[in-house]
Nanobody
Framework: QVQLVESGGGLVQAGGSLRLSCAASGRTVSTYVMGWFRQAPGKEREFVAATMLSGGRTYYADSVKGRFTISRDITKNTVYVQMNSLKPEDTAVYYC????????????????WGQGTQVTVSS
């Protein structure tokens, strides 16, 4: 079992920045892929970014490339997403998710989810 706890959401003006954190606990979390997804009101959940908690390649949705950066601290079993140049269309509930081994951009492939954190970007 893996538990995920997100933090760092909030209200920010367009052009501003936020950093979200996701702390993972449970056995062998270092072997997990950590992903960030988001869901805006009335829209489907969408992939944002992903990486292995143990390190390696990073993956981004086209809509956030160049603005968002995913990183991790294996000593803290925590993954972050630094969000810069935020736009009103980035407003959503952001979820952290985990799955074993292979990165996937499909949320249905992830077994564990955090409770979500609200990000609101005002224009």
């Amino acid at each position: 079992q893996v538990q995920l706890v997100e933090s760092g959401g909030g209200l920010v003006q367009a052009g501003g920045s936020l950093r979200l954190s996701c702390a993972a606990s449970g056995r062998t979390v270092s072997t997990y892929v950590m992903g960030w997804f988001r869901q805006a009101p009335g829209k489907e959940r969408e992939f944002v970014a992903a990486t292995m908690l143990s390190g390696g390649r990073t993956y981004y949705a086209d809509s956030v490339k160049g603005r968002f950066t995913i990183s991790r601290d294996i000593t803290k079993n925590t993954v972050y997403v630094q969000m810069n140049s935020l736009k009103p269309e980035d407003t959503a509930v952001y979820y952290c998710a985990a799955r074993l081994w292979a990165v996937s951009e499909n949320g249905k492939d992830y077994n564990y989810w955090g409770q979500g954190t609200q990000v609101t970007v005002s224009s």
